[in-house]
Structures are given as structure tokens and as C-alpha cells.
């Protein structure tokens, strides 16, 4: 069974960071996610590829939010085949609205 530090005998004291701050990422583990990413060098193919496989859709929507913030920029994408995506319209939506430009 898990413990909080108080129940355990320790204290509390030292932590500064909210829920919230700990639930979202840092700059630099952003800026190293969007690095490692970039460096696989994603094509058309791959990111429709991804998008259409449930196991692999948030990667895909990964590369395509990085790429509309501009944390990656190496990669136009001028042409996405979604014709064998099938997973669902709000998915789909999603995937949509995260496209660059």
C-alpha cells in the first residue's frame, strides 16, 4: 500500500510545486520531446501511418502539435492519406485541428 511522506514520517515541507505544475510539462522536457521527434524525421507516409493505428494515433498528433506550435519546422506536410483511418470522428477532429497552417 502507497503512503503519503507524512504518513510515512516524513514531511511535506520541501515541495513547492502544485498539482497542476506537476501535471504539465517543463520547457525543456518539451523542447526534448519535439528534438527527439524531429530527429526520426517523420514524412507524409509515417504521420498518416501512425494516425491510422490506435497504438500509434497520439504519436501522430504529437508530431502534428509540435509541428502547428513550431517546435518543429524541418517537415511541410502538403499531403496526409486518411484513407485507412478508423478511429472515429472525434479522433479524427482532433487530428484535424492540429494540423500546421
Not at 516524513?10 to 513547492?16: L, P
Not at 501535471?23 to 519535439?34: F, G, H, K, V, W
Not at 517523420?42 to 509540435?66: C, M, N, Q, R
Amino acid at each position: 500500500m502507497l503512503r503519503s511522506p507524512e504518513e510515512a514520517g516524513g514531511s511535506n515541507r520541501g515541495a513547492t510545486q502544485t498539482q497542476s505544475e506537476v501535471a504539465r510539462p517543463n520547457e525543456l522536457t518539451l523542447t526534448a520531446l519535439a528534438s527527439v521527434l524531429a530527429h526520426t524525421s517523420p514524412t507524409e507516409e509515417l504521420i498518416s501511418l501512425l494516425a491510422s493505428d490506435k497504438e500509434s494515433y497520439g504519436v501522430a498528433w504529437l508530431l502534428l502539435h509540435f509541428m502547428k506550435s513550431k517546435r518543429i519546422t524541418q517537415f511541410p506536410l502538403l499531403n496526409l492519406d486518411l484513407s485507412e483511418y478508423s478511429l472515429g470522428p472525434r479522433k479524427l477532429r482532433l487530428f484535424l485541428a492540429s494540423l500546421p497552417g
